[in-house]
């Protein structure tokens, strides 16, 4: 068992240790407006939800390696507002042209070929391909560190959930083979859920193995 102290290691080495391990990553497609109305569009794969009353999610758009802010991240400042839409394999090679480090004048939407459609309670458009969108105002921003690469964890209250009937299961509830997500890996490795690589567990209602 290899040991390695984080405080000894630069912010990259610590990516490239820990991004193959906490995996997959689910990937949070932003779209956000600038308060002036300029359209930004990028994907975060530390996304996350929590909660359920009311319902929160996460993302973290890390600092770039000279400390400054991402376009999404001075936008949800600004304005207070995002959508967060889903990632399915379908969209994945557009999405990674998203991420590019594009000019901040720059609409990621005018160079993936995304398609915009309005939202309903919040000004940044919603992507017209996703499975799923969710409209979403901030909760609070979270800055953990300073210097190159530090997090800013963006916490968000979902207001709005708009999802494709095609993602439905039987039961009316996404499925999530259907909704076929696109996930990050390390290096530059995705993965995608199939119903064939999906399988389910009962939770246990009371302890039902008892560790020797």
Avoid: Y
């Amino acid at each position: 068992m290899r040991l390695l102290r984080l405080a000894d290691l630069a912010p990259r080495e610590r990516h490239a240790w820990l991004t193959p391990l906490i995996a997959p990553r689910p990937i949070a497609l932003v779209s956000s407006l600038s308060a002036e109305g300029a359209g930004n569009l990028a994907p975060f794969s530390f996304f996350a939800m929590g909660g359920g009353n009311p319902q929160s999610v996460a993302f973290c758009p890390v600092a770039d390696r000279e400390g400054n802010p991402k376009d999404t991240l001075r936008n949800v400042r600004a304005t207070g507002e995002f959508v967060i839409n889903i990632v399915s394999r379908a969209m994945a090679e557009r999405v990674n042209a998203a991420s590019a480090p594009f000019a901040p004048d720059v609409d990621e939407f005018d160079m993936t070929g995304f398609t915009r459609i309005a939202s309903t309670v919040v000004r940044p458009p919603r992507v017209l391909e996703s499975p799923a969108q969710l409209e979403c105002k901030v909760f609070e921003i979270v800055t953990h560190g300073s210097g190159p690469q530090h997090s800013n964890w963006v916490i968000g209250e979902v207001l709005v959930l708009h999802v494709d009937t095609a993602v439905l299961g039987d039961d009316g509830l996404p499925d999530t083979a259907k909704v076929n997500p696109a996930a990050r890996m390390g290096r530059q490795e995705w993965a995608h859920v199939t119903a064939a690589n999906m399988f389910a567990l009962e939770r246990p209602t009371v302890a039902t193995t008892r560790t020797p």
